[in-house]
């Protein structure tokens, strides 16, 4: 898919609904999915900020840029920290700091900052359904954004430990897999995820991936 079909398969969201919970439910780890499918008032629209009164804010931007007429998203696998994010194949993003003028200025400062790549002249296309991340309370909205060009990156050694880049066609073709957690406290626990090129995608991004991809095929025909 091109950059141009890419554009046009994206309607307003006030006339085609995002998937939100429905798409989510499909990655989430066992003991977030129950959640999703049990109790109605845990996880709702993203308008809804009452139930998140206490969360840490986040963003992240799935960014889109076309190379030889195919469409790539970017993906970065973390550096090994004390956090329970370490090692683990994100998007770009983080929390905001003082000076961001809302979660889209965090999203792209977040992104020139682990990606070297200024988008201070780029807006989003979409804003995904929000996630929240049990582990650090955070309640991340996700940014949709492409390009015509493929940008220079230059990766931030110490944030970013890998640059992964996924045609669009790819992802969207992901199989969902059930794979054991490797590190971290909840090692050897099975949850769902996408594995690319030997890359274990789970947890809130895959969540996140699960609702974009089936936002697309709800829309046109893949």
């Not at 076309?66 to 469409?71: G, I, P, Q």
């Not at 994100?90 to 682990?114: C, I, N, V, Y």
Request: charged share 20%; with cysteine.
């Amino acid at each position: 898919m091109d950059y141009q079909t890419f554009i046009n398969c994206i309607p307003k969201v006030n006339d085609f609904p995002l998937p939100g919970k429905r798409g989510h439910a499909i990655m989430a780890p066992y003991s977030i999915r129950r959640l999703y499918l049990s109790n109605e008032e845990v996880f709702q629209h993203e308008n809804d900020s009452e139930n998140y009164q206490n969360t840490r804010k986040a963003s992240v931007l799935l960014y889109f840029y076309e190379h030889k007429d195919e469409l790539y998203l970017t993906l970065i696998k973390r550096t090994i920290y004390d956090g329970p994010h370490s090692g683990q194949i994100s998007f770009p993003g983080g929390k905001p700091m003082s000076l961001d003028s809302g979660l889209w200025e965090t999203a792209t400062r977040e992104f020139k900052e682990e990606l070297g790549v200024d988008l201070s002249s780029v807006s989003p296309l979409l804003t995904l359904s929000r996630v929240y991340i049990p582990p650090s309370n955070f309640l991340v909205t996700p940014f949709v954004t492409v390009v015509r060009k493929k940008p220079f990156f230059q990766l931030d050694s110490r944030e970013v430990a890998l640059q992964i880049n996924i045609s669009l066609d790819e992802l969207i073709h992901l199989n969902i897999k059930q794979c054991p957690i490797l590190d971290g406290s909840h090692k050897g626990v099975i949850v769902p995820c996408y594995v690319y090129k030997g890359h274990m995608i789970w947890g809130a991004t895959a969540m996140i991936l699960s609702e974009f991809i089936l936002f697309l095929k709800e829309r046109i025909l893949i």
